[in-house]
C-alpha cells in the first residue's frame, strides 16, 4: 500500500513538473504572466456552446444519407451548418482581437480552432454545391462529405470543451492555492 502511494505520488510530481514546465517558456516570452484572460474564457465558452451546435446540426444531416429525407430538408440543414461555421468564424475573430490578453493555453485554443473550421468551410461548400446541382460532385462523395463535416464538427466541440474544462480546472486549482496560501502554476 505505502508502496503504490510513493509510486502514485512520484507520478504526480512528474506530470506536475512537466505541466509547469510547458508553461514555463510561453510564460517568459509573455513576460511571466500567465493569468488567464476572463474575456477569453467567456468568449472560449460561447464557442463551445456554438461547436457543439455545430456538432449535433452536422450530425443530424449526416444521418441524412441513411433515412429517405427530402432533398429540401438537406437544403435547410446545410443553411443551417453554414450559418454556424460563419458564426464561429466571426467568433475566432473575436476570440483574435482578444488574444494580446490571452493566458498562453488560452492562445493555444484560438489557434487550434481555426484548422477545423476552415477544413467544415471546404465541405460545407463541397455540399452546398452538390444540393445546386454541381455534378462535380457524385452522390458517394456527398456522403463522404456529410461524415467529414460530421467528424470535424464533433472533433472541434471535444477540443473546445477540452480547453474549456482545463481553463475551469485550472481557476478551481488557482483559488484553491488562494485558500491554501500557496501559489501554483506560478
Avoid: C
Avoid at 462535380?136 to 480547453?163: G, I, P, Q, T
Amino acid at each position: 500500500m505505502f508502496r503504490r502511494n510513493v509510486v502514485a505520488w512520484m507520478g504526480s510530481s512528474v506530470l506536475l513538473a512537466g505541466g509547469l514546465m510547458t508553461f514555463t517558456p510561453m510564460a517568459f516570452a509573455r513576460g511571466g504572466d500567465v493569468s488567464d484572460s476572463d474575456q477569453v474564457s467567456k468568449l472560449l465558452s460561447e464557442t463551445k456552446t456554438m461547436a457543439f451546435q455545430l456538432k449535433d446540426d452536422a450530425a443530424t444531416m449526416e444521418s441524412f444519407s441513411r433515412m429517405d429525407v427530402s432533398w429540401e430538408s438537406h437544403k435547410v440543414a446545410i443553411n443551417q451548418i453554414k450559418e454556424h461555421v460563419n458564426a464561429l468564424g466571426k467568433q475566432v475573430a473575436k476570440l483574435q482581437a482578444a488574444e494580446a490578453s490571452a493566458s498562453p493555453w488560452q492562445v493555444t485554443a484560438i489557434d487550434r480552432i481555426n484548422p477545423y473550421l476552415d477544413e467544415m468551410g471546404g465541405y460545407t461548400t463541397a455540399l452546398i454545391e452538390h444540393l445546386n446541382g454541381d455534378k462535380r460532385h457524385n452522390f458517394a462523395e456527398y456522403k463522404d462529405y456529410l461524415e467529414a463535416n460530421a467528424d470535424y464538427s464533433a472533433d472541434l466541440a471535444s477540443m473546445v470543451a477540452d480547453f474549456v474544462d482545463y481553463g475551469n480546472a485550472r481557476h478551481r486549482v488557482e483559488r484553491l492555492g488562494d485558500k491554501l496560501e500557496i501559489t501554483p502554476f506560478k
